[in-house]
């Protein structure tokens, strides 16, 4: 069993920056791809960012490319979102996923261990 909890999301305005976490918990934190994708209101839930378990290699969603970066700490077991230059259209609750693919999958489907969620709301 894998348990992951979001953290670090709130109300910015545009431009400024957040960085998200997730904790992870469970089975072996290095094993396995970590992803953030994101859903806002009334919108199917989107591919953010992903930073593999084998090579570190990570991949980005292009509306987010240039501007997110994601990290990982395996003695920490816990990978980052460093949000950059935030946009109202950044709005979305902010989910943090794992799997065992490489590369990782952008297809939610793929992903069997899920956070919760946390909120990040970028007002005009």
């Known amino acids: 069993q894998v348990q992951l909890v979001e953290s670090g999301g709130g109300l910015v305005q545009t431009g400024d920056s957040l960085r998200l976490s997730c904790a992870v918990s469970g089975r072996a934190f290095s094993s396995y791809s970590k992803s953030w994708f994101r859903q806002a209101l009334g919108k199917e839930r989107e591919f953010v960012a992903s930073v593999s378990w084998s090579d570190s290699s990570t991949y980005y969603a292009d509306s987010v490319k240039g501007r997110f970066a994601i990290s990982r700490d395996n003695t920490k077991n816990t990978v980052y979102l460093q949000m950059n230059s935030l946009k109202p259209e950044d709005t979305a609750v902010y989910f943090c996923?794992?799997?065992?693919?490489?590369?990782?999958?952008?297809?939610?489907?793929?992903?069997?261990?899920w956070g919760r969620g946390t909120q990040v709301t970028v007002s005009s």
């Open positions: 996923a794992v799997s065992s693919l490489h590369p990782p999958p952008r297809a939610e489907g793929e992903y069997f261990y």
